[in-house]
């Protein structure tokens, strides 16, 4: 009797965490093959999928009830992506399917062109990138304003790279720089097809990481810093943990790049840290003044500084702000009996969504702006927010100020409000570094209420921040400033970027967190949903982790190495009827 051989297939249906086998038919045992995108049938009725392994039923199936794979659909991941696949549904406790679908292909793919490999005598030199090479792969500090183009040039000659960006415009520009060098080039995830079949560099966003590359020698990862590399739905995976495994994994070399390098690339390179200088004074970092609100004794209680009044009266300036508080007013009191304004319904802090309506963030519930305790409909801004402090910035600049928050776009986006890049004074959330084309000045209002915010990786959010600012102004012809108000000028991040050495900033957050137990140096999950505080409370009697109920539908887990967190969580039974969500690493706790 013939060897029965299965398929083992991951469904491509949404809460569903299991492979099933499927009997193989003859007419597809020559085309099969492992990776390949499948139709099979599943609970009434036929579903994608992806095959995992090919080999003999699983023990105990009765190969009777096996029903058969009805269709080849198309090629997908090979076999080392679905070993780094189910290495990372462990690390970051998540299902098999949410990364297979990372890797395949947005279309159904049947054939893959040939190798379009460059010539051997494209050759590209940087002595710093064999400084970097010499050491084996490591961390490469750059300029927020530096070409990578060259340096990426340098990296990848005579090696198959994969490139990691943050967003999609600057994989491709970076991608048309790169093939304007000679080099063969695959765009993720339109290009797929040519990535497996043989290019010299793949580049794409976060999701480039699990191309299907074959002869893989390099993985380059730009702006390793950027939280737009880390998914934000569970699993949290991040490109720049999933490129260092791969890399290992494969034998090949790892660079993450960036201007402010992150506790994880820093911890993980060890003494492999190389830095570039400017290759060119227009790639410098731009002036980054640091205001003491302190010593602004006239201005001590508002975010209008004398210095700022000067930059928007300066009508050849375009200057941006950044302030991230929605609306016009977070937090407000009476101005008669300084009552703070609370909702009637869940008694949270309300919110002053424009001139005459107070709303509460909790539950939505809209009133009046009257006082609750005495009837006044005079009220004070204790923390202002940007709708406010546009009308207050017009005033000061005697210009018209555009508003922009994550709603404004900066085209046409139907549903959506269009940011007016004809004005030349914007302010917003962070959205507005991203929204506003170019800028002379980067002012960031309060500062403070980042970096003394209650997150672990508060002062590397703020770098991102500064970075992003950095760029903004980077074209400027007009002297490129970021201005930076705080009421804590000694802040190690702060004093570094106006030094430009940030040294002192590492090593004191690297004690910092490996005094706390944070990552890198431990492991940190977030669960979410209902169920959570009975899920926290069976994990209450381990001596691996260490939780922490906020309340019944939110908590963390510590624990000391991300191999004693996933373990736990991934053994321990949920509780029935739980809807749990769970962030490893999560980027903003």
Known sequence: MPQIRVARVVPDVTGVDKTFDYLIPDELVDSLHLGMRVRVPLHGRNVAGWVVDIGEPSVGLAISKLRAVLKVLGLGPNQEIIDLAQWASKRWVGRLRSFISASAAKTLISKVPIARYSSHNLKYSLPIADEIMRLGG????????????????????????????????????????????????????????????????????????????????????????????????????????????????AGALC????????????????????????????????????????????????????????????TTRRVVCVYNTKGRARLIACGSCRTIFRCEQCDAAVTQRDRTTLECPRCALTRPVVCQSCGSSSCALLKPGVSRLREELQAAANRDVEEVTSGTTAD????????????????????????????????????????????????????????????????????PRILIQTHTPDNELLTGLSTGNLDAYSASEQLRRRLLKFPPFGALAEVTGAGTQAFLESLGSSLLVQTVVKDATHGLVRAQSWQELSEILLTTNRPAKSRLSIHVDPPRV
Request: net charge negative; aromatic share 4%; glycine share 4%.
């Open 138 to 249: 490591g961390l490469l500090t750059v300029s927020p304003l530096e070409d990578l183009a060259p340096v990426i040039s340098a990296l990848a000659s005579g090696r198959q790279t994969i490139v990691v960006v943050p967003t999609q415009h600057r994989a491709r520009l970076l991608a048309a720089s790169l093939k304007s060098n000679g080099f063969s080039v695959a765009l993720w995830p339109q290009e797929w097809a040519s990535a497996l079949g043989g290019v010299d560099l793949v580049v794409g966003t976060r999701s480039v990481i699990w191309a299907p590359v074959n002869r893989l020698s390099m993985i380059v990862v730009v702006d390793e810093h950027d939280d737009l590399l880390q998914e934000e739905r569970s699993p949290t995976w991040h490109a720049r943990d999933v490129a260092i495994e791969r890399a290992h994994r």
């Open 412 to 479: 046409s986006t139907p549903g959506s409000r269009e940011v007016n890049q004809r004005l030349d004074v914007f302010i917003g959330t962070e959205a507005v570094l991203h929204r506003v084309q170019s800028a002379d000045t980067v002012v960031f209002l309060d500062i403070d209420a980042e970096l003394l915010a209650p997150r672990y990786r508060a002062s590397e959010l703020v770098a991102t921040l500064i970075v992003h600012a950095a760029r903004l102004v980077g074209s400027s012809t007009k002297d």
């Open 255 to 314: 660079v993450l790049l960036s201007p402010t390098p992150s506790q994880v690339a820093r911890n993980w390179a060890g003494s492999r840290v190389v830095d570039l200088p400017a290759t060119q004074p227009q790639y410098s970092w731009p002036k980054i003044d640091i205001l003491d609100r302190n010593q602004d004794e006239k201005w001590s209680t508002s975010l209008i500084s004398s210095e700022l009044i000067s930059e928007l009266r300066d």
